[in-house]
């Protein structure tokens, strides 16, 4: 991302370290990006800081992507979600698709086909 | 809970787990890397070891990736329960299952797509024991290192097919029709290719 047009870039993943370690890889890349590892925690936040964009894992502990997802959606509208997911079931990737997501990434993930993807919604928003 | 939908759902667990991991592995090793190359590649003793090093933690990351995935669709697939799958994926599931097997035995597995899907009524976890034994059975007795393909998804009569190709292999007319009827196909055998015949979904 170019200097002076800094995004901000909201991660919900209950994976802590990986959650951190990307976060950290793309802040590298001049976003801006804040972790969540919960879905509530990732709601609360977004009700004080809306980001530009959403990194959404799909099975997480007490409320699932797809919760958040359906919650982000009735709030915020069509704010830009990619998945980063180890599984995403058939049903789940149906769900996910009628609510608008715009990608899915299975883990481990492709980096730069993830980060030219978030560049490419970052910059339709 | 069948004995069946215990392991595969323990079994997708654990794939998933082991995802989440190599996850880690993989974003901690290229956020190294990253580092490196902001600071202009530092020149420091043995340097070359290290980017190697990286290198190397990125392939294999990659590589139990493959066959993490096949095994953790294929869990998901079992203890979901589902009656019908795509030949074409399935076939790609069970080539990434069934590789090491036959790199140990001196060979190379090859898949070839023939048609983009092919949606057959027999479960996932049948077509791949069936494909799977019939790949053994065939590189079991055949030409020393010859190339095995897999070809998938060309479709006649209604029936989607998986071809096996491997050149001088002796087949067991029997013990294939055996394993090809567990998973509700039928075989067609000539020298050096087993046809395996599969029901279009849509066709029942």
């Known amino acids: ?125 | 809970m069948t004995d069946k939908h215990f392991m595969a759902k323990n079994l997708a667990s654990s794939t998933h787990e082991l995802q989440n991991i190599l996850a880690i592995i993989k974003e901690s090793s290229c956020l190294v890397e990253d580092v490196l190359q902001i600071n202009g590649k530092p020149r420091m003793k043995h340097g070359d070891k290290l980017y190697h090093s990286l290198e190397v933690i990125g392939e294999q990351v990659d590589r139990a990736k493959v066959l993490l995935r096949a095994l953790n669709s294929f869990a998901h697939a079992v203890s979901d329960g589902a009656q019908t799958c795509d030949l074409v994926e399935t076939g790609k599931q069970t080539a990434q299952l069934v590789e090491r097997f036959v790199r140990l035995k001196e060979h190379a597995l090859q898949v070839v797509v023939e048609n983009g899907s092919a949606h057959i009524a027999c479960p996932p976890e049948e077509v791949i024991e069936a494909l799977h034994s019939l790949i053994i059975q065939a590189i079991t007795a055949c030409t020393p290192k010859a190339p095995v393909l897999l070809r998938l998804g060309a479709q006649q009569n209604g029936q989607a097919l998986a071809i096996i190709e491997v050149a001088g292999a002796a087949w067991n007319p029997e013990e294939m029709e055996q394993l090809a009827a567990k998973a509700g196909g039928s075989v067609v055998l000539a020298p050096g290719v087993c046809t395996v015949q599969f029901p279009c979904a849509a066709s029942l």
Do not use: W
């Open chain 1, 1 to 125: 991302m170019q200097a002076g047009t800094q995004k901000s870039v909201l991660i919900i993943d209950d994976e802590e370290d990986f959650a951190h370690t990307l976060a950290e890889r793309l802040s590298l890349r001049n976003l801006a990006v804040q972790v969540a590892c919960s879905g509530a925690e990732g709601l609360a936040f977004m009700e004080q800081n809306l980001p530009d964009a959403l990194l959404l894992d799909m099975r997480m502990p007490a409320m699932s992507g797809i919760e958040v997802l359906r919650t982000v959606r009735q709030k915020y509208g069509m704010l830009p979600v990619l998945i980063i997911t180890g599984h995403c079931s058939q049903e789940d990737h149906d769900r996910a698709q009628e609510l608008g997501v715009q990608g899915y990434h299975s883990k481990p993930l492709d980096f730069k086909e993830l980060f030219e993807q978030l560049v490419e919604v970052l910059h339709q928003k």
